[in-house]
């Protein structure tokens, strides 16, 4: 009995010493973590604001905010397990390691990553925007982090990796408030040069969705193989570039058939040379 007695106040000994030793640790890292926690709050939350406030994407927004909330929260973990004693080097190491390896496994997948980041940050194009990128065209229906979505005029959905995006040419046909339709008529070389001019002048004064300034053009701009080509340059609102594409089209067509000039197609004069026997 009294030797069970005297190996109880060893233990008793041995665990107020231990308490006596690593009690302030604890209680500093307890501490430390509780103060840790509120900054890591407070910096969050203002970075918060100052996102909203810049104007940034919403997704790179939340994205951005999740990133620095738990690579803080990590960093304050590791600090205070290293302040009560836990050896954290290999921790570390393996953490690397891992890291490493998961990063060479989704190389694509973070290529992607990256784009979206810099897509989101720098917006070269936003939701709602008519683009080509990748050889597809359509409206961009959403960013996300990894991809961009997009629909096509016939309804189509393109579901683009934003990597690819990022990285290749991309023709944003909404940024500017005005575009200029171009299209070439071509007449025959024995027409009225003066009269299809004149046309097709006609044409672009009496369409009221075609701007004054900048001046329309009407010039002849080749002289080709069966025709003589003529060019009309005339500046509209981006969202009447087709209607007055299709319309100026098919009411020169029908202008060109009232005044009698035609629209040459390519011909070929096959020559038959017959041999004497």
């Known amino acids: 009995m009294d030797q069970e007695?005297?190996?109880?106040?060893?233990h008793i000994d041995t665990a107020i010493e231990l308490?006596?030793?690593?009690?302030?640790?604890?209680a500093l890292a307890i501490v430390t973590l509780l103060i840790g926690?509120?900054?890591?709050?407070?910096?969050c939350a203002g970075a918060s604001k100052a996102f909203s406030k810049s104007g940034m994407d919403a997704t790179l927004q939340k994205f951005l905010f999740n990133l620095m909330?738990?690579?803080?929260?990590?960093?304050?973990?590791?600090?205070?397990?290293?302040?009560?004693?836990?050896?954290?080097t290999s921790f570390i190491?393996?953490?690397?390691?891992?890291?490493?390896a998961v990063g060479l496994a989704l190389q694509g997948?973070?290529?992607?990553?990256?784009?979206?980041?810099?897509?989101?940050?720098?917006?070269?194009?936003k939701v709602g925007d008519f683009i080509e990128t990748s050889g597809h065209m359509g409206t961009v229906r959403e960013i996300g982090v990894f991809n961009t979505i997009m629909?096509?005029?016939d309804n189509k959905t393109i579901i683009l990796p934003n990597g690819a995006v990022s990285n290749g040419t991309l023709t944003n046909f909404s940024t500017q408030a005005t575009r200029r339709v171009d299209i070439?008529?071509?007449?025959?070389?024995d027409d009225d040069l003066k009269k299809a001019k004149e046309v097709l002048t006609g044409l672009i004064e009496a369409d009221e969705r075609i701007l004054k300034d900048p001046a329309p053009m009407v010039v002849i701009s080749s002289l080709g193989d069966s025709s003589v080509n003529i060019t009309t340059r005339s500046w509209v609102d981006a969202a009447n570039y087709w209607p007055v594409f299709f319309d100026l089209t098919e009411n020169a067509k029908l202008a060109f058939d009232e005044h009698g000039i035609s629209i040459p197609f390519p011909q070929r004069d096959v020559h038959i040379y017959q041999e004497s026997k």
């Open 184 to 189: 070439v008529f071509g007449i025959g070389y």
């Open 69 to 88: 909330n738990v690579g803080l929260k990590a960093l304050l973990l590791i600090s205070v397990a290293s302040m009560i004693g836990i050896e954290t």
């Open 5 to 10: 007695l005297t190996n109880i106040d060893k």
């Open 109 to 125: 997948s973070l290529a992607n990553f990256a784009g979206g980041v810099l897509i989101l940050l720098f917006r070269p194009f």
């Open 19 to 26: 308490a006596m030793t690593y009690a302030p640790q604890l």
């Open 93 to 100: 190491a393996v953490l690397g390691a891992a890291g490493l």
């Open 37 to 43: 926690l509120w900054i890591i709050n407070g910096v």
């Open 151 to 153: 629909t096509t005029g």
